[in-house]
């Protein structure tokens, strides 16, 4: 069972928003640690989406963007594109673990 | 370009052994954490294990803990994960990644394209 809970689907229209959401506890997220957001294509390796919470590596999408509070995080995809289907994973560290965790992944439809 | 190329995947029966390795090119290897992170097939993702820059410091999953060890040597550039007391729920996609940020905060980017261990339960 993964640490951190993501919804196992979401869906929109071409053209809208989504919300992508991601639920830990005090002992990752609500800890202060910081949440990373990975793309993810059939048959392909993870791609960093967002780092340190908000932040976007070189080449990601202003339409992607990040954001925490309390002991969650959410990802939001602007201006939804059919390139965009795709599985995305969070990722935080969990010091009663003592590593590194992640959401179970949430697959995007866009209709 | 920074790339990072997995191979050692095989299909081992339950209770065997298996190296992973992941050789990388294009970064100052040494300078940087390295993890191994898995993916069974239709599932989700799994951190295994990490490394520091020196190889002082090694993580590990509870699930691997006692099973698994990760090395590097970085005269080759190369990071490796022993794999021992191989079980059926240990089928999956290995990949290397290297893994970045500091306190409070760490990541993986990029990432290899992933070796495949399959142990028949």
């Known amino acids: 069972q993964p640490v951190l809970t993501q919804p196992p689907s979401v869906s929109g229209a071409s053209g809208q928003r989504v919300l992508i959401s991601c639920t830990g506890n005090s002992s990752n997220i609500g800890a202060g640690y910081d949440v990373q957001w990975y793309q993810q294509f059939p048959g392909t390796a993870p791609k960093l989406l967002i780092y340190?919470?908000?932040n976007r590596p070189s080449g990601v999408p202003d339409r992607f963007s990040g954001s925490k509070s309390g002991t969650s995080a959410s990802l939001a995809i602007t201006g939804l594109q059919t390139d965009d289907e795709a599985d995305y994973y969070c990722?935080?560290?969990?010091?009663?673990?003592?590593?590194?965790?992640f959401g179970g992944g949430t697959k995007l439809t866009v209709l | 370009e920074v790339q990072l190329v997995e191979s050692g995947g095989a299909m081992v029966q339950p209770g065997g052994s298996l190296r992973l390795s992941c050789a990388a090119s294009g970064f100052t290897f040494g300078n940087n954490a390295m993890s191994w992170v898995r993916q069974a097939p239709g599932k989700g993702l799994e951190w295994v294990s990490s490394i520091s820059g020196s190889g002082a410091t090694k993580n590990y999953a509870g699930s691997v803990k006692g099973r698994v060890t990760v090395s590097r040597d970085n005269s080759r550039n190369t990071l490796y994960l022993q794999m021992n007391s191989l079980r059926g729920d240990d089928t999956a996609l290995y990949y290397c990644?290297?893994?970045?940020?500091?306190?409070?905060?760490?990541?993986?980017?990029?990432w290899g394209q992933g070796t495949l261990v399959t142990v028949p339960s």
């Open positions: 340190g919470n908000v």
């Open positions: 990644a290297t893994q970045l940020g500091g306190y409070l905060t760490n990541w993986f980017d990029p």
């Open positions: 990722q935080s560290h969990d010091r009663s673990v003592k590593g590194v965790v």
